[in-house]
Structures are given as structure tokens and as C-alpha cells.
């Protein structure tokens, strides 16, 4: 094990428990703890060192950002 992997690991599992039991119930706070083990993922992903999948994997998160953030944006529009 690498610590890349360990890491990942570690991170994946407390930003699961952030998206689990989020402290302020606001959107903004939500989208971001979903970051979280987004990146423990990515480390993983890089412990083994597979290109293809990780590519796929970052470009799935910047539009899935995308349109969470939008969704954000208009229901808290009035």
C-alpha cells in the first residue's frame, strides 16, 4: 500500500461522514462536503495509476459541479 492509497482512504472516509452528517443544512455546505470524497477517490484512482479512469473521473466531477452549482443558484433565487 502506497500512501497515496492510505490517504485517499482516509479522506474518502471523512468526507463521507461530512456528506452524511452535515453540521450547517445549507446547499453550499452540502456541495462541498460531496468534494471531499471526491478527492479521497481521486487519490486512490492515482495509487493505481489508471489514466483512463481518471481522467473520466475529473471530468464527470467539473460538470457535475457545474450543474449542482446551478441547481444551488436557483432555489435560493427568490
Do not use: H
Given at each position: ?15 463521507v ?10 446547499y ?51
Amino acid at each position: 500500500m502506497t500512501a497515496e492509497f492510505l490517504l485517499g482512504l482516509v479522506i474518502l472516509g471523512i468526507g463521507v461522514l461530512a456528506a452524511v452528517f452535515p453540521r450547517p443544512k445549507t446547499y453550499v455546505n452540502r456541495l462541498i462536503n460531496l468534494e471531499i470524497p471526491a478527492f479521497g477517490l481521486l487519490l486512490v484512482m492515482l495509487s493505481y495509476d489508471e489514466t483512463l479512469a481518471l481522467l473520466t473521473f475529473i471530468a464527470v466531477t467539473a460538470i457535475a459541479t457545474f450543474v449542482l452549482v446551478r441547481v444551488i443558484e436557483r432555489r435560493e433565487a427568490p
